[in-house]
Every structure is written in C-alpha cells, then in structure tokens.
C-alpha cells in the first residue's frame, strides 16, 4: 500500500496543482450535477403530471361510418336528395350506453354533452358587429339555424371554459348533476343586461320545431373571452346558454341521445383493458377514442427541459474526460524523473498507475463537495432560465393552436367544443378532446417551478459519473507510462 501514501504526500507536496486540479474538477463536476438536478426533477415533474392529468376516453358518432350509410341510402333513394344538405346526425349515444361504460372499472369522471341550436322567442339575441342578414356561417344551408346555441353538460365545474376562469359565474349557481330532466339554464351576462333578464326569470325560445319552451335562469356567467366572428352571431358567447345534457337533447329533438361523452380514467395504465371492456357495449354506429393529448401538451415543455438536461450531462462528461486526460498526460510528463526512479527500485508500473488514480480520485472527493454545495444554486438557476424560455414557446403555441387568429381547423368555441371541420371521422372526437384544452394550459403553470434540490440519489449518481470519468481518464493518461524504459529517463535527464 505504498503507493496509496505517495498518493496523499504528493497531494500534500504539490498543494498549488493539487487546488487547480480541484478547481478543474469541480467545474465539471458541477455542471454534470446541475443537468443531472434539471433531468431528475424534469423527469419526477413529468411523472407527477401524468398521474395528476390522468387519460381521456372519448366515446363519440363514427363520422365515417354515418356518411357512409347516408350515401347508401341516398344512392338506393328514387328521390332527389335536397341541395347542400349535408348535416349528419351525430346525437346517436344513447344515455344507458353511456352510464354503463361510466359504470366500468378505472373511470374517475365523466362529461356528457349535448348541443341544440334554437331562436330567441321572449328575448333578443346579441348581434355581432359584423353580423349580416344570413347570421354570417352559423347560418349555412343544410345546417341549424337558430340564433341561440344551446350546449347541453353534466357540469359547468367539468367544463374547460369555466375551469380555465374563461368564463365566471356572477350571479347564482351553475349546472350540476341535479338539473337533469329540468329546464334551468345559465345565460351570459351581456344576453341577460341586453333584455333585463335576472335569476329566477323565465326566457322562451323556439326549439327545432318551432314549438315554445320555457326555460328557468338559475345562474348569470361572464365570457371574458373575446366575441368569436368566425361563425356569426350564433358563436358569440354572449348567446351561448347552458343547460343539462338532457334539455339540450330535448330541444334538438333527439331526447334520451347525446352526442359526445368523454370519460376521465383514474389509472392511465388500464386505458387499453377499459377501451376493451367498453368495446363490447357500443354498437358499430359509435367509437372510442383515447388521446394523450392533454398529457403531451402538459408536459412537453418540461420534456424538453428534460432533453436539454441530458445532453448537458453528456457534453460536461465527454469534454471532462477529455480536460482531465490532458491534464494528466502533462502530470506524468511532468513527474518522469519520479516515475523513472520509482521504477528503477523495481516498483510494478501498474502501483505507479494506481497512485496517479489514488491521487485523482482524493480530488474527486473534495470536488464532490463543492460541486454539491455550488451545483443546487447552478442547477436552479439554469432550470428556470430554461421553463421561463418554454413558456415563452408555449405562449406562441397558445396564440397559434386555438387562439385570436390562429387559424386552427379544431378551435373550441364558447361550448368548449372544437367548431373546425377538419377529418370527418374524428372531428367530433377531437372536440370532446379539445374540451380539456385550456385545462391543459393552465394546468401547466403547475410546472413553472422544478424542484432542483441535491439529494443523496443525485450526489450517488454524480459521483458514479465522476469515478467512470476518472478511471476512463487515468487509463488514458497512463499510456505513456507504459511505455516508459527507467535506464531511458534516467540517462535523458
């Protein structure tokens, strides 16, 4: 064990290039612990957002295989199908279908919706600014013209826009579980200031065929969204009333059916075996669709971050076997006279090898050390650079998918439902999974902070990392010292 207390004298000796090697070392040592910090807590962040966000199932009308059935019966047909009518009734969920696949195993919540369009009877609708005679698209031929769009849920709590404070009740209460099979309905606040209209009022409007109904205000909302003129007057939060799912149905003259459910699944893992069970109830008129959307959007900021982390780690790690080696090399240059006369007293050059690697793994140790105590402030500091640079990308994602001008096809209206056209087959789909949306974006402010503390997993995994570094670099810069003759040094000095 000689060599072992060379080691230490010659650390104790050489004091100065002992300190710089530890300088040298630390700096590696604590970048590779500030992208190590930033990738665990990336990774602990994902993880624990993938729980919180759970997985949506969407059960919802195949577009496909309805158009399809309507093309048949057209073409077998001796009658002239009207021009531009090309509406397909997408209100086939049948409410027992839906509360038996709620029924099922893993199902945390679900949100029936249902939509009507209906007139203004007892009241006027809010005209847009720049509203025409034809109500502007809502008014296409073939398609609901009414001037009041009616969207039917299970709960206004469960609803993007009122999650994400889009929308905010200002006078009594929303729609629960308890107005099924009632007529109470929430307005907005402008619709109801426009027409003196206060909780506890009755309004009338004229459903799809034309008959009267009464409806009971039990709740006053404020759209704090800007007025949507893509579709005319009709898309106007202002003249969106909600109600429960079977009110909506009702007035759409599909009672007992509605057009979309999305359920929300406890455990993400179990997604295939509950689309399976699910499965076997539906008929072929109807399909499931799973999306991780939510998830991925939530998420993928701090996936980046993630990525960025890892290659830090890399990068710090080939560049520090590459300093260290160097510096080694210039070391045993440095100390071929030692090396010489150690080896002419017939010392193994495998001993002399192993003092350098003594000698730089005592290093390693006090590196440790201050990397520890410089790398938490470091690996904070440059984590939230990172998120606020994220964010910074996520705000333009948030203004080009779905946003003022955005032009996204699938953009959710002020029903929390996509209105873009987009694939036939899964537009609906991708609206009930668009309802959770701008849930997703706020839910990510929850990952504007990343917990970057140094606990003793990440110093382990530092120093696993240093010691691979040291030993990768000891062999390296031991290669002259193979090759070392001592009667060829002695005599060249």
Sequence with gaps: MDYVKRAFLYLRRRIGKTLLLVLVMTAILTFMLAGLIIQNAALTAVNNSKNAVGTTVTLSANRAKLFQQNQGSASSSTQTPPVGRFRINEAIIGLNTAKKIASLENVAAYQITASASVNASSFTAVLSSNSNSNGGFGRMQGMDSGDISVSGLSSTAANSNFKNKNYVMKKGRGITSSDVNTNNVIIEEVLASNNHINVGDTIKVKDSSSNVKNLKVVGIYQAKTSTDQTFGQMQDPSNTIFSSYTLASSLAGDAGKVSNVVYTLTDSSKEKAFVKSAKKIISGNLQLTTSDQI?????????????????????????GIAILTLILILMVRERRHEIGILMSLGEEKAKIIGQIFVETISVLVLSLCFAGVFGSFFGNSVGQQLISQQNTSQQSLRSGFGGPGGGNPNQAGPNGNATGSGNPSNSRAFGGQMRQFGTTLTGNSQLNKLSTHVNIGTLLELGAFGLVIVAIATLLGAIPIISLKPKRILISE
């Design 295 to 319: 998830y991925e959007m939530l998420t993928s900021s701090v996936k980046s971050i993630e990525s960025i982390a890892s290659k830090i780690v890399w990068i710090v790690g080939i560049a």
